[in-house]
């Protein structure tokens, strides 16, 4: 195992040269965009945005949050909304920090009452005209 190492003699550079240092501002940006629309949840792809200014670019794609959207909250891809990542937030926020916590009740438009087989909750709806 310790013996010589036969190389080709068009390969004979390579035994004399470090290797390459690359940084992660040389990886083009549709190849960073496709890593990114790989990732499946939100919370990783807001952490990928925080890496470098590239990263950000490539992870803010509208059409990544686009998607996210459409698959967890069900926005339908007719909508046209002034930012993807926005809505998200937006959806992700008022349905897990307000709809789904027990301060929901305390929202106007909210009421709870007692039926006869226990106290039951009531909620709004929005409708389209």
């Known amino acids: ?15 004399h040269c470090g290797p390459e240092v ?8 549709e190849v960073l965009t496709l890593i990114a629309s790989r990732i499946p949840m939100a919370q990783e792809l807001a952490r990928l ?5 590239r990263c950000r670019e490539a992870a803010s794609a509208e ?12 926005v339908p891809g007719s ?3 002034p930012s ?3 809505l998200f937030r937006f959806n992700y926020e008022f349905l897990y920090k307000v ?11 909210f009421s709870r009452f007692s039926g006869g087989s ?12």
């Open 1 to 15: 195992m310790g013996g010589p190492i036969i190389v080709h003699p068009l390969f004979v550079h390579t035994l």
């Open 22 to 29: 690359r940084t992660l501002e040389e990886v083009p940006l």
């Open 49 to 53: 945005q925080c890496v470098s200014k």
């Open 63 to 74: 059409h990544l949050w686009k998607q996210l959207c459409m698959d967890r909250f069900a």
């Open 79 to 81: 909508c046209k909304p």
């Open 84 to 86: 993807w990542q926005a």
């Open 99 to 109: 709809l789904l916590s027990r301060s929901a009740e305390e929202l106007s438009g």
């Open 118 to 129: 226990g106290s039951r909750f009531v909620g709004m709806a929005i409708g389209v005209a």
